[in-house]
């Protein structure tokens, strides 16, 4: 049974440069959803897909993050002109549609942003 | 939004203690949620318990919807179960079910030997 995996696991890069993160959801399931992770704080929802329908984004996600899902299955979260602040776990979620599913989490890519 | 509390923030204990941790949410909810994160970072399903009582192994978990709140219980700890336990909930608004969780602060744990 392969689990919601996530690539890469760390990144470290510079203030300014553009990152992109991908997740593959547990192949059955038809939501994705993306959430950030700080320092000693639970996660918060960036946004989330029904196939390739994007149905709800935070305002937490500023005009420099865009995620994609092109194909209702893996999808990707890229990060434009990166800040000091953006640093965070990004954590990647899947689940099956309907009101009392489980979402299932995947490891995290970590971001240090220097 | 929906808000979340999880107490205590910290619990220290002995291994072989038994604890309880809390959490208290603002609104009807359709999903609730507890996670163990471990030490790298990854989140792992403890139980889905939108209301009613479930047992796994050491672990059991209550929800009283009616109150709003639920409660983790730990028996015979072990150092394996240290980090951080997490309640997360879906609002009870949604039509489809299933849309954004909202995490509490969560509840760091630390079994001694």
């Known amino acids: 049974d392969t689990g919601v995996s996530q690539d890469p696991r760390h990144k470290i890069t510079k203030r300014g440069q553009n990152v992109t993160f991908r997740c593959d959801p547990i192949?059955?399931?038809?939501?994705l959803y993306w959430y950030r992770q700080t320092l000693g704080q639970g996660p918060e929802f960036l946004t989330y897909?029904?196939?390739?329908?994007?149905?709800?984004k935070s305002r937490l996600l500023s005009d420099r993050f865009s995620a994609e899902r092109p194909k209702g299955s893996f999808s990707t979260l890229e990060i434009q002109r990166t800040e000091q602040g953006d640093s965070a776990m990004y954590l990647c979620?899947?689940?099956?549609?309907?009101?009392?599913?489980?979402?299932?989490f995947g490891p995290g890519t970590r971001l240090l942003v220097l | 939004g929906i808000q979340v509390e999880q107490s205590p923030p910290d619990l220290i204990l002995q291994e072989g203690a038994n604890s309880t941790l809390r959490c208290n949410f603002s609104?009807?909810?359709?999903?609730l949620q507890w996670f163990h994160q471990n030490p790298w970072g990854q989140l792992i399903n403890l139980f889905y318990?939108?209301?009613g009582t479930k047992q796994n192994g050491r672990l059991s978990a209550t929800t009283v919807a009616t109150e709003r709140y639920s409660l983790l219980y730990i028996s015979s700890s072990q150092t394996t179960d240290s980090g951080v336990y997490f309640c997360?909930?879906?609002?009870?608004?949604?039509?489809?079910?299933?849309?954004?969780?909202?995490f509490g602060t969560g509840t760091r744990l630390t079994i001694i030997p």
């Open positions: 979620a899947s689940s099956l549609t309907g009101a009392r599913e489980t979402q299932y």
């Open positions: 192949s059955e399931h038809n939501r």
């Open positions: 897909f029904q196939n390739e329908a994007q149905l709800e």
């Open positions: 609104d009807s909810v359709n999903n």
């Open positions: 318990i939108p209301s």
């Open positions: 997360a909930v879906e609002r009870g608004i949604s039509n489809f079910g299933n849309e954004k969780l909202t």
